[in-house]
């Protein structure tokens, strides 16, 4: 119990919550660090305008959170409604920032990022065929199109090289 006591104190004499506003404005910088490298599932969908409604719905709703301490109630309620308000304001930055940082990462980076079109290499297209062969249509992609292709079996009853 005593080191908690003296970590505490500690703590109030940094001067972090002497104002509201100074440890809502860490709290919300260092969620904005976090967002620089968020990343999501691609969606085209996305635009500005919805991520802005989000961020500047949350950073309202995260500072009017300040006004709980004036409802007449006790002070159980007053922390769980502050608690719940500045919840619902942070995860709707959180949300917004979200997909701000996507939308921005979509702009800038347009680039395969899966390198499939180097990946890519010619198959067989001929179709080899003799009285035992098996063969299989195929399609494959090689420089952005759809090209046919055959999978030929020749000798299915040829010895395995492994066995």
């Given amino acids: 119990m005593h080191l908690t006591d003296r970590l505490i104190v500690n703590i109030k004499r940094t001067g972090l919550f002497d ?22 599932r691609k969606d085209e969908t ?31 309620t007053k922390a769980i409604v502050y608690m719940g308000i500045t919840s619902l304001g942070f995860i709707l930055v959180l949300t917004g920032g979200t997909l701000l940082s996507r939308i921005i990462g979509m702009k800038f980076n347009n680039r395969d990022i899966f390198n499939k079109e180097n990946e890519t290499f010619p198959q067989e297209e001929r179709l080899l065929e003799n009285e035992y062969s098996i063969n299989l249509p195929a399609k494959y992609h090689l420089k952005g199109k759809i090209r046919k292709s055959w999978i030929n079996i020749i000798n299915p009853f040829a010895p395995s090289p492994h066995s």
Avoid: W
């Fill in 19 to 40: 104002r509201f506003i100074t440890s809502k404005l860490i709290a919300v910088g260092f969620l904005i660090i976090s967002l620089i490298g968020a990343k999501g």
């Fill in 46 to 76: 996305l635009n500005y305008k919805s991520a802005f409604a989000y961020i500047i719905s949350g950073l309202s709703i995260y500072f009017i959170s300040y006004f709980s301490f004036f409802i007449s109630m006790d002070n159980e």
